[in-house]
């Protein structure tokens, strides 16, 4: 088997990313220009794209243990299952700041996916950037993300190195 190619590296790296995000090729492309447009006003570029891609609202749902798939907490956030700062959101690459609210939609506490969540969501630990209350299953963004919590599973300098073309 021959050894991959510097472009080979950095297109794996991508793909790792994008698909650990469920996300889809111009998404994430937009989320990596957007980050390398900073790159001079911004000291870690690599943590600034992390941070976006963490605090989407369908992987903070993943995170606290809504969902046991970005997949299926994408759907959730589409479905309108959740409040954020009491509004409906249904859009799953909302950004949270520090300070919101997340909460499930009243309207759905009393369907089965919610009802059997709960004895879940105890086993479950949230991020430190997260708090979550589980009797009001009710979370709030105390933090911004940190790349060392995310813990993504490829090299993000390559990544940029491959939008850099």
Same mark, same amino acid.
């Given at each position: 088997?021959?050894?991959?190619?510097?472009? @080979?590296?950095?297109?794996? #790296?991508?793909?790792?990313?994008?698909?650990?995000?469920? +996300? @889809?090729?111009? $998404?994430?492309?937009?989320?990596?220009?957007? &980050? =390398? /447009?900073?790159?001079?006003?911004?000291?870690?570029? *690599?943590?600034? !794209?992390?941070?976006? =891609?963490?605090?989407?609202?369908?992987?903070?749902?993943?995170? !606290?243990?809504? /969902?046991?798939?970005?997949? $299926?907490?994408?759907? !959730?956030?589409?479905? %309108?299952?959740? !409040?954020?700062? @009491?509004?409906?959101?249904?859009?799953?690459?909302? $950004? =949270?700041?520090? @300070?919101?609210?997340?909460?499930?939609?009243?309207?759905?506490?009393?369907?089965?996916?919610?009802?059997?969540?709960?004895?879940?969501?105890?086993? $479950?630990?949230?991020? %430190?950037? =997260?708090?979550?209350? +589980?009797?009001?299953?009710?979370? #709030? &963004?105390?933090?911004?993300? *940190?790349?060392?919590?995310?813990?993504?599973?490829? #090299?993000?300098? *390559?990544?940029?190195?491959?939008?850099?073309?």
């Amino acid at each position: 088997m021959r050894a991959l190619s510097e472009y @080979g590296k950095e297109l794996s #790296e991508k793909q790792k990313l994008k698909n650990w995000y469920n +996300l @889809g090729e111009r $998404q994430f492309k937009k989320y990596v220009k957007e &980050v =390398l /447009a900073f790159r001079g006003k911004v000291e870690d570029a *690599t943590s600034l !794209l992390v941070e976006k =891609l963490e605090s989407r609202l369908d992987n903070v749902i993943f995170r !606290l243990g809504f /969902a046991s798939s970005r997949i $299926q907490a994408r759907q !959730l956030v589409n479905h %309108s299952h959740f !409040l954020v700062n @009491g509004k409906k959101v249904n859009i799953p690459s909302y $950004q =949270l700041r520090k @300070g919101d609210k997340i909460s499930p939609h009243p309207r759905f506490l009393k369907s089965k996916f919610f009802q059997n969540l709960q004895p879940k969501l105890k086993k $479950q630990k949230p991020p %430190s950037w =997260l708090a979550f209350d +589980l009797e009001k299953l009710e979370a #709030e &963004v105390k933090s911004l993300p *940190t790349i060392e919590e995310a813990a993504p599973p490829a #090299e993000i300098s *390559t990544i940029f190195e491959y939008y850099s073309r």
